[in-house]
């Protein structure tokens, strides 16, 4: 995904790792390990599951590119099978990295259907991130009651869901459930329930689902409120998403 934008995202996830680098601009992120800063030519990472949100600097706009790669794929890569990794760092500065992001890049851009040559890309920008930036130590540390009701939205986005059934799940008062699960995740349930259903939207329309059934499907009430929070989370509305995975 390549954006320019000088929205402020709310804080979110994302089912894959994310690596990217900032072309223009820069931007300050919530994140694990606190506040970070990225300025141009600096590589932005993220988790699966990994909470962050990003601000521009000064309100001005800033561009960059950014590559997702699904889990099992990483862990074939550089782990194997039953290997869990993680990116220590939020924001790199390495030239190394940044090189091989720029040279896959331009692969994307200017080498349709070679595959071998992209494939080899990924190869190496992966391996080159895990080994220099990775670590195997990947446990979000959450108790088990506040896991069972993240696994329970995960599951089911687009079944409606109230907080008594999920703080009955969990076994804690409403208040108590709010405070837990905010503390272990960094946003509510309303709010990590509302980006799960975008998620599963943005799935559904990459299949070629209409926008208004994969509303309907990801559980939103209709399709303007489906747009609403897709255009805050990730910074287009979901027609021009759907429009840019038609582009040749």
Known sequence: MSLASDRAFPRHSH????????ATGGQRSWSGVGQ?????????????????DGVPLGGTRRAWHMLYFDPPLVRQLVGGP???????????????????MHQLFRRLDAVPGD?????????????????????????PGFPDNIARVRER??????????????AELAG??????????????????????????????RRLIATGQALS??????????QSHMSRAFS????????????????P
Request: charged share 20%; aromatic share 6%; with cysteine.
């Open 36 to 52: 970070v800063e990225a300025l141009a030519g600096d590589l932005i990472t993220v988790n699966p599951g990994e909470m962050h």
């Open 172 to 201: 804690l008062s409403r208040f108590q459930l709010l405070r837990g699960f905010s503390r272990a995740l960094g946003i509510t349930p309303h709010a990590y329930l509302l980006q799960r259903r975008v998620l599963l939207a």
């Open 115 to 139: 595959e071998l040559g992209l494939e080899e890309s990924c190869c190496q920008l992966i391996g080159a991130a895990f080994s220099r930036h990775g670590s195997r130590r990947f446990d």
């Open 153 to 166: 939205l995960d599951d089911a986005p687009q079944q409606a869901v109230t907080l008594s059934e999920l």
């Open 213 to 222: 059934q994969a509303a309907l499907e990801a559980g939103f009430s209709d």
């Open 15 to 22: 089912d894959q790792y994310g690596i990217g680098v900032i």
């Open 232 to 247: 805050r989370q990730f910074g287009l509305s979901p027609g021009r998403y759907r429009h840019a995975l038609r582009q």
């Open 82 to 100: 039953d290997s869990p990794m993680e990116m220590t760092r939020p924001t790199l500065n390495d030239p190394l990295l940044l090189g091989l």
